[in-house]
T-cell receptor, first 112, second 111 residues
Framework: AAGVIQSPRHLIKEKRETATLKCYPIPRHDTVYWYQQGPGQDPQFLISFYEKMQSDKGSIPDRFSAQQFSDYHSELNMSSLELGDSALYFCASSLNYGSPLHFGNGTRLTVT | GIQVEQSPPDLILQEGANSTLRCNFSDSVNNLQWFHQNPWGQLINLFY???GTKQNGRLSATTVATERYSLLYISSSQTTDSGVYFCAVPHPKAAGNKLTFGGGTRVLVKP
């Protein structure tokens, strides 16, 4: 079965650079969620989109922005990267608002 | 926000042993998910279990929503069961399924 696709799998950036993470949800899933997982921590909700509109916002820094496009894929843009942004970034999708979440394999971002 | 607590935080098992992981949550919820994060970091769906009991192979889960807890049972554990087990529940005020995760139970199964 098709799963959530995230790219890239690994990303190394320097401080103050920008990064863009991409997420392709499971076909027919209309809701996308972004999570950040620091080392040894549980995943923390960043932001979600339902039918291409932002539906909820968590602890997402102002330096980060995200959007969902007409084909339902989503991108997380991160600017002015800091060392503390080093983490595993997950995208998840659900069939509709309220259905179980299915997670991608994550993007491991390292900021040096 | 909702509080989600998992116990024990760490668990070391001998291969073949059985174990029970617990997840307590502080507010009424309309669903709950269990995940396994393997050593490569992948988050694998185990159960979507708002209430009742479900079984999938050697794993089963029970949620008692009225008492605000869920249990994950691992039977005849294997080394591939190692990793971190998370439970997650939606924010009660959120219309959608924004999940709050517990702190996880780190499981190591020794051969």
């Amino acid at each position: 079965a098709a799963g959530v696709i995230q790219s890239p799998r690994h990303l190394i950036k320097e401080k103050r650079e920008t990064a863009t993470l991409k997420c392709y949800p499971i076909p027919r899933h209309d809701t996308v969620y972004w999570y950040q997982q620091g080392p040894g921590q549980d995943p923390q909700f960043l932001i979600s989109f339902y039918e291409k509109m932002q539906s909820d916002k968590g602890s997402i820094p102002d330096r980060f922005s995200a959007q969902q496009f007409s084909d339902y894929h989503s991108e997380l843009n991160m600017s002015s990267l800091e060392l503390g942004d080093s983490a595993l970034y997950f995208c998840a999708s659900s069939l509709n608002y309220g259905s179980p979440l299915h997670f991608g394999n994550g993007t491991r971002l390292t900021v040096t | 926000g909702i509080q989600v607590e998992q116990s024990p935080p760490d668990l070391i098992l001998q291969e073949g042993a059985n174990s029970t992981l617990r997840c307590n949550f502080s507010d009424s919820v309309n669903n709950l998910q269990w995940f396994h994060q393997n050593p490569w970091g992948q988050l694998i769906n185990l159960f979507y279990i708002p209430s009742g009991t479900k079984q999938n192979g050697r794993l089963s889960a029970t949620t008692v929503a009225t008492e605000r807890y869920s249990l994950l049972y691992i039977s005849s554990s294997q080394t591939t069961d190692s990793g971190v087990y998370f439970c997650a529940v939606p924010h009660p005020k959120a219309a959608g399924n924004k999940l709050t995760f517990g702190g996880g139970t780190r499981v190591l199964v020794k051969p």
